[in-house]
């Protein structure tokens, strides 16, 4: 059974750092895609960042020059380093995953940043 597990949230101050992780274990297919989303209370679900296929990384705006994604190949892990966090991107971070053409998602992981 293929299992996505989120790590690496927590509380942090404005202007502080987290590093999230994203495990994907069990699988037997490719992973085409891995990704971070994230939900705000009373928000809609949206994408924070991705990497797809061969290494295609695409950023929402609001974040792109503060969080890095990246990709473990050998350990089926991608990251989201977060700088300069912001009380705004106070959220539930979800790391999704397609393998092998299924898309899975994980538990989520709290991210709360205070000013």
């Known amino acids: 059974q293929v299992q996505v597990m989120e790590s690496g949230g927590g509380l942090v101050q404005a202007g502080g750092s987290l590093r999230l992780s994203c495990a994907v274990s069990g699988r037997r297919s490719s992973i085409n895609v891995m990704a971070w989303h994230r939900q705000a209370t009373g928000k809609q679900r949206e994408l924070v960042a991705r990497?797809?296929?061969?290494?295609?990384?695409n950023y929402a705006d609001a974040v792109k020059d503060r969080f890095t994604i990246s990709r473990d190949y050998a350990k089926n892990t991608v990251y989201l380093q977060m700088n300069n966090l912001k009380p705004e991107n106070t959220a539930d971070y979800y790391c999704r995953s397609v393998v092998g053409g299924i898309e899975l998602w994980g538990q989520g992981t709290q991210v709360t940043v205070t000013s």
């Open positions: 990497i797809v296929g061969g290494g295609t990384i």
